[in-house]
């Protein structure tokens, strides 16, 4: 370093002081503008020079999180409220769960603990309350359900309360009798009723085709005794319905008025025995929704029963007082009508499907209606209450009677079963596995009931004996379905009615 540089001093410029009186805005708006100026003119100079580029108008868009991120945080989410549901460790609770979301409750090589943790994540999917919100939608739609096949009752008309209490008044009497009846039998000794017994089943062994006729040119539908054995009346699918001598099958006459098929023909409980020929000797149904009532000297119509019309009646039914008939309507519902006032008294529903088939028991207190919805149920006439539902069919119930004895109720159906009902203990008593095709008729033997006779489509019909419910006898000969049987009052010739056109006297040969 020379001297010269060793030699420099420096002097320190003294500045002046400037104090500054009011606002500082209008200084800093002119220092902010040339700032500004200076700015500008950097930029120009700066394009001009090449060394800053700006592009026309395209932009880039920054993402704040990539999709990959975005997953991850959701992934994390998941487990999160995973680990904090609950989830039951019992095995059998979990596969409950698990059926209610309409999954599988097990995978292949899946354990309890695998399963359990399957169920964790897909509540966590879905929501850890969508099962018990599934749960309780199915009981509000089970409650609902419930409702809807609860029995209902409203006011009737005055005419029904009459009704009822002349039923009562008429079956209280017969069902003292019935009961008197039953105490003498008791005291019969147990080795003479067995001997009667056994007597009835070889007559019953013996049948054998004793007539056969050609009834009509379409299947024959329906068959019926009279009240005195003597004639038999027999429905077609033609319309007409024929009256025929027992045994000789010979035609008495026969009954135009209908003009579609015909379900069934019924006699009156007192025609042909003391009843006046002219009178109501007879009802008939169709498929067209008509009821005639007929009598025994005139091929044509006495009266007709409207009401039911466009509905189908399948079956109809005399009280046994011969004063009320009952039909059965396909608008899901069984109607009472009261001959002597010439009104309908009651039009019962209850059933969900068409009521096919109706009955009366011997005493006149009950009804007892089989529907297409396999369920039957028995009707107290007298108070117009349900008192015993019959669940036990798979399929349709096409054929219903009451047991002489008053307790006993048969159902044949097309599941190919005959029933038997106790209406003592309200439940089913037996199953008989009766055909091979759908049981068509159901009767029991009038007066005793010691036996059941049922028709079905398998070609047949058979026998069998109270109370084992044994096979006695097959009435086989009918080359098509046997639609229709019945068993003469006088309990000497069965007649069964068939798809192909004909109808045939069964007898025993003794």
């Known amino acids: 370093m020379s001297d010269d540089e060793n030699n420099t001093s420096y002097v320190r410029k003294k500045t002046e002081s400037v104090l500054h009186y009011g606002s500082l805005e209008e200084r800093e708006k002119q220092r902010m503008a040339n700032a500004g100026a200076q700015s500008n003119a950097a930029i120009k100079a700066g394009i001009a020079a090449g060394n800053i580029n700006i592009s026309g108008g395209e932009t880039m868009e920054i ?5 990959s991120q975005a997953e991850r945080l959701a992934e994390f989410e998941k487990r999160k409220r995973a680990r904090q549901i609950q989830v039951s460790t019992d095995d059998a609770e979990v596969k409950a769960n698990l059926r209610q979301l309409a999954e599988p409750i097990c995978l292949f090589g899946e354990g309890p603990a695998d399963r359990r943790e ?39 008309p005055d005419s029904l309360k009459q009704a009822r209490l002349w039923l009562a008044q008429y079956s209280l009497p017969r069902a003292s009798r019935r009961l008197q009846n039953a105490r003498e039998d008791k005291t019969v000794p147990t080795a003479l009723r067995n001997a009667r017994r056994q007597d009835l089943q070889k007559k019953l062994r013996s049948l054998s085709n004793e007539c056969s006729q050609i009834g009509d040119n ?42 579609c098929n015909v379900g069934a023909i019924v006699f009156h409980p007192q025609a042909t025995l003391g009843m006046d020929d002219a009178a109501c000797c007879m009802a008939s149904c169709a498929q067209d929704g008509s009821v005639k009532l007929w ?19 399948s079956r109809l039914a005399y009280h046994p007082s011969g004063r009320f008939l009952g039909t059965c309507c396909f608008d899901n519902s069984w109607r009472l009508w009261d001959l002597e006032a010439q009104e309908e008294v009651l039009h019962q529903e209850g059933h969900s499907k068409p009521v096919y088939d109706i009955a ?19 009707w107290d006439l007298r108070t117009g209450r ?44 037996y199953t008989i596995p009766a055909h091979t095709n759908l ?11 010691d036996y059941l006779l049922t028709a079905s489509y398998d070609n047949t019909a058979k026998v069998w004996a109270y109370p084992l419910w044994s096979p006695l006898k097959t009435l086989a000969g009918h080359e098509g379905k046997v639609m229709g049987v019945d068993i003469s009052p006088d309990l000497h010739y069965i007649a069964s009615a068939s798809y192909d056109r004909t109808f045939k006297l069964w007898a025993p040969d003794l």
Request: overall charge negative; glycine content about 8%.
């Open 118 to 156: 399957r169920l964790r994540k897909l509540l966590a999917e879905i929501g850890e309350d969508t099962v018990k919100r599934k749960i309780q939608e199915d009981a509000v739609i089970e409650k609902k359900r419930e409702e809807e096949n609860v029995t209902w009752y409203h006011e009737g």
């Open 360 to 378: 009366f028991q011997t005493d006149g207190a009950l009804a007892a209606t089989g529907g297409l919805d396999s369920f039957g149920r028995v």
């Open 439 to 449: 049981v068509s008729k159901v009767k029991f033997q009038p007066g005793n009931g």
């Open 295 to 313: 009598s025994l000297d005139s091929d044509e119509p006495i009266a007709d029963i409207e009401g039911h019309e466009p509905y189908r009646v």
């Open 386 to 429: 349900c008192i015993m539902f019959m669940d036990g069919h798979l399929k349709s119930i096409l054929g219903i009677d009451f047991s002489p004895n008053g307790f006993l109720l048969a159902t044949g159906s097309e599941d190919n079963t005959c029933k038997i009902w106790d209406l003592r203990q309200r439940q089913l008593l």
């Open 63 to 67: 993402e704040e999180e990539s999709a």
């Open 218 to 259: 379409r299947p024959i539908s329906f068959c019926q005794f009279s009240p005195n054995s003597k004639m038999l009346v027999t429905a077609s699918w033609s319309g007409l319905c024929k009256l025929w001598t027992v045994p000789g099958c010979q035609p008495i006459r026969t009954l135009r008025g209908h003009s």
